[in-house]
């Protein structure tokens, strides 16, 4: 993407708009205070690189001129905490600006920019493995499975976030074990209800077997805290939701003891239990802090 330059252009991301000329703020429409001198200067270079990203260096060189002598470090970082400030972002579960610990930032919402009333959008293309500018850290971006915008989500508190996920995942468990354990039962209720009982059986006890490790996994990792789980859970959830809508039959399984109504309910909470694991995921703070917070 080009340099800018110093033709006005808005910047529209997430609630926020920016004026590149003036510092001018507004989020949700109304004017927040204006951003000015080098927290602008940075927050317009991060916002004309979406996904992209930019190191330290490339910052310095940016702000201050090769000849001169500076102890940027403490001025990058003093600029980046008034810019979280301004967008009520966060350093440890950023919605915008990303540290890459050691390295520099990436600005992870989607950008659009409108100049003399023209509207176009910047956001972060798919990298090639191995390229500096692959995201590492938990995606941010429109999710195509999805439902919001990540950076839309509400912060979460790790230990509620980590109480939550582990519960379902304990819940999972327990379907699996209790129906591989009353299987006697389970194969004369699906004879009464199904055309091919003996199919859906044998899928019932594959996917149990296969849930069960998986969940395990699960629950350790939430458990002790893996940092890397949000990323491996996005990665699984293909995996993860067709297995767990199939489950979310499970309650048929008891409408002799609890009932048509309650199990339909039942199927109805369960359906949308996946995608209550993954905006947990996305909005956690699971990941361990890193070693630089800002």
């Given at each position: ?33 204006p951003?000015?001198?080098q ?30 002598f ?29 540290t ?34 692959t ?24 230990g ?17 074990f ?14 009464q ?20 490790p ?12 893996y ?31 609890i ?36």
């Open positions: 993407m080009q340099e800018p330059t110093n033709q006005k252009s808005i910047f529209c991301f997430g609630l926020y708009e920016l004026d590149s000329v003036t510092g001018d703020l507004r989020k949700d429409g109304k004017l927040s205070p951003i000015q001198g927290p602008l200067e940075i927050l317009l270079y991060l916002l004309t690189r979406p996904g992209d990203m930019v190191t330290r260096e490339q910052l310095r060189l940016h702000l201050w001129p090769v000849d001169k500076v102890e940027y470090e403490d001025s990058l970082n003093a600029a980046v905490n008034v810019l979280r400030d301004a967008l009520n972002d966060s350093a440890d579960n950023p919605r915008f600006i990303q890459i610990p050691r390295r520099g930032y990436r600005f992870i919402a989607s950008v659009e920019i409108v100049t003399n009333h023209v509207s176009k959008t910047a956001q972060s293309e798919p990298k090639p493995k191995g390229s500096t500018n995201p590492d850290d938990l995606p941010n971006r429109k999710n195509t499975i999805g439902l919001n915008d990540p950076h839309e989500l509400p912060d979460a508190p790790r509620v976030v980590q109480i939550l996920f582990s519960f379902m995942q304990i819940m999972y468990l327990s379907f699996y209790i129906s591989l354990a009353r299987l006697r039962w389970v194969e004369p209720i699906l004879s209800s199904l055309q091919h009982p003996k199919w859906i059986f044998a899928l019932l006890i594959l996917t149990a077997l296969v849930g069960i998986l969940r395990l996994y699960l629950l350790s990792a939430a458990i002790f805290g940092r890397r789980l949000p990323v491996k859970f996005l990665r699984l959830f293909p995996i993860v939701i067709p297995l767990d809508e199939l489950w979310a039959l499970a309650p048929f399984l008891l409408v002799n003891q009932g048509m109504g309650l199990a339909l309910a039942a199927m109805a909470a369960l359906l949308y239990l996946p995608f209550l694991q993954r905006s947990l995921m996305l909005m956690g703070d699971l990941p361990r802090k890193r070693a630089e917070t800002i």
